[in-house]
């Protein structure tokens, strides 16, 4: 639990900083992108559930991207990542961050 409380902690922190813009840059949709992909290995990786998985970045990026377009997207390459079988967080940002 310490672990996930930890994880969670740190990913929001990175996200903050990233999300005091009017309006998503690229460099912030790829910057959730990342995070996301290091919440799911995380989560992958203490024996998370898929839907738990889902719901817990998804409240991420609904929190940090603005534009609706770009919350789709992150949501679309989050529903990849938690269904891809790679729990290492180098692989799943050189597949779906680039």
């Known amino acids: 639990m310490k672990k996930y409380i930890l ?3 740190s990913i929001s922190v990175a996200a903050i ?3 005091n813009t009017v309006t998503d840059s690229s460099a912030l949709v790829n910057q959730q992108c990342k995070i996301s992909a290091e919440a799911v290995s995380t989560l992958k990786g203490l024996r998370y559930g898929n ?3 889902r719901k817990d970045v998804a409240s991420l990026i609904n929190h940090h991207l603005k534009t609706q377009e770009n919350r789709d997207l992150a949501q679309k390459t989050l529903n990849l990542m938690v269904d891809d079988k790679t ?12």
């Open 7 to 9: 994880a969670v902690v």
């Open 51 to 53: 839907t738990s998985i």
């Open 87 to 98: 729990t290492d967080v180098a692989a799943l940002e050189n597949k779906y961050c680039s």
């Open 17 to 19: 900083a990233y999300a």
